[in-house]
């Protein structure tokens, strides 16, 4: 019974249910496809984690969203 677990990071604005089942359905469809599984036998699992609980490169993602962001205006 393969398990997928896709992490995300939360965003301004939010992922929708809508959005989280297409991955469910596209990961299980992928699943299929490349190593022959049955689609009821594909557990996926959607972690949403808080932003300044991940890092990349050796920064908060906090940090690297506000740097893209560019300076704020008062």
Known sequence: ????NICLARRDVPTTAAQKAALIAGVTQLMQQVLDKRP???TVIIDEIDPENWGQGGEPVTVIRQRSRG???A
């Open 40 to 42: 009821e036998s594909v």
């Open 1 to 4: 019974m393969p398990l997928v």
């Open 71 to 73: 300076p704020t205006q």
